[in-house]
């Protein structure tokens, strides 16, 4: 999983194995450690969106349904997209699929 964010923007891509993992309720997470803390990025299943985040550690709750219509959709350059209202304005949260394996392709 490979998390990019920016003030108002997070982008997250998830590569085929790792969504059909999420898919079959597996969560993912993602975290790296500083000297003075760890931040972490934690997706998860779940009825609902949600978010929870805490100090440099972030929850994110996708809903069942959203990624059963992605599955149906892939391949899709787009993914899934959410707001998230927080203390600073809206921020987007996109969630993409990697279908490609890194393999390079013939011309």
Same mark, same amino acid.
């Given at each position: ?13 998830? !590569? ?8 079959? !309720? ?6 790296? !450690? ?74």
């Amino acid at each position: 999983m490979k998390v990019q964010f920016d003030e108002r923007r997070i982008r997250v891509r998830l !590569g085929k194995a790792e969504f059909a993992a999420l898919c079959g !309720g597996a969560p993912l997470s993602v975290s790296a !450690g500083w000297a003075t803390g760890t931040w972490s990025f934690a997706i998860g299943l779940g009825d609902a969106f949600t978010t929870v985040g805490e100090g440099g550690n972030v929850r994110v709750t996708l809903p069942r349904a959203d990624l059963e219509v992605l599955s149906v959709r892939l391949p899709a350059k787009d993914g899934l997209t959410y707001a998230i209202d927080g203390p600073c304005g809206a921020c987007e949260l996109t969630v993409e699929v990697d279908l490609h394996d890194g393999r390079a392709r013939a011309r």
